[in-house]
């Protein structure tokens, strides 16, 4: 049996450098609350860990026209940030629905992107953000679409001598308003079932200039309705709008039967949740127009 090491550097580069040379049975950590539980079940069996704690990745800021947060943030930080509260209130929402305090205070949202659950709860308002992750190694710095970030459950496209360090998300625009809603099997400490997250802009005259709607455990990685979305641009808001959008959104859907729920109670779900986000967005923006 080999003999587990355990590095803390001091900065990024000693850890992609460190990475560089030792890639091969490496398993980074920050929070812990995946890789700890793998590693004692007999899942995993690294040869090195890495903590990435002491690295200052802990930041949300604002900087050079993005918002920005560090993969070391945790849920904690998330819940608490006056910026994310203002400009990425969807974000915030899905904070509240991870596990307990406990969890939320050592968890990351770089740990909750790169474990790639197809029920991630960060992931998905931010798909809806059109964030983009930093991957970087020893040699260089890549910046990828979320969208195209996950590959598969369990599955990125991070490469062994990657760190993911920044997510980095778009300013959006003026008469914009997003929402998360997540159903479990219980109203607390649980995986989603389905989760939803919606984010609609408004144009002067108040049609739907932008859209998006991204899905949560209804398909093999967190997802974006793309032809959902495209029935709502240009449109008028309306409940009858949003119902069809919805049932798009079912369609494109693709989820499994598992021990928490069916793959038809998935489909039905994710269109009653898609179009009550739509309908609560809508209500939201018209009150803060009147």
């Known amino acids: 049996m080999r003999k587990l090491e355990y590095l803390a550097p001091q900065t990024l580069g000693e850890a992609l450098e460190t990475l560089a040379k030792q890639s091969e049975g490496a398993k980074i950590i920050a929070g812990g609350t995946d890789l700890i539980p793998r590693m004692r079940s007999g899942i995993v069996h690294p040869t090195l860990i890495v903590d990435l704690r002491k690295l200052s990745l802990n930041r949300i800021e604002f900087k050079d026209g993005w918002i920005r947060i560090g993969a070391t943030v945790t849920h904690t930080d998330i819940l608490e940030s006056d910026l994310l509260a203002s400009h990425c209130p969807a974000m915030v929402e899905a904070a509240k629905e991870i596990a307990g305090p406990p969890i939320r205070n050592r968890g990351t949202i770089g740990g909750n992107l790169v474990n790639a659950s197809p029920a991630a ?20 710095e890549r910046e990828v679409p979320l969208m195209e970030f996950f590959t598969g459950p369990g599955q ?11 997510i980095r998300i778009p300013v959006v625009p003026p008469r914009t308003i997003s929402k998360f809603i997540k159903l479990g099997k219980r109203k607390a400490m649980a995986i989603a079932v389905t989760s939803v ?46 119902a069809k959008s919805a049932r798009v959104a079912s369609m494109e859907s693709s989820p499994i039967s598992d021990i928490r729920a069916s ?8 269109a009653v949740l898609t179009r009550r986000s739509l309908f609560d967005a809508w209500q939201q923006l018209e009150k803060r127009d009147r």
């Not at 983009?132 to 260089?140: C, D, G, H, N, P």
């Not at 793959?263 to 994710?270: E, F, S, T």
């Open 121 to 140: 709860d960060l992931a998905v308002p931010l798909l809806a953000y059109d964030a983009f992750v930093v991957l970087a190694k020893a040699s260089a």
């Open 156 to 166: 990125t496209v991070l490469t062994p001598d990657e760190i993911l360090t920044e």
């Open 197 to 242: 997250a919606t984010r609609l802009t408004l144009d002067e005259v108040g049609n739907i200039s932008l859209a998006r709607i991204a899905l949560g455990s209804v398909a093999p990685r967190p997802m974006r309705s793309i032809m959902a979305e495209a029935i709502l641009e240009n449109m008028t808001p309306a409940i009858e709008l949003f």
């Open 263 to 270: 793959g038809d109670y998935r489909k039905q779900m994710v």
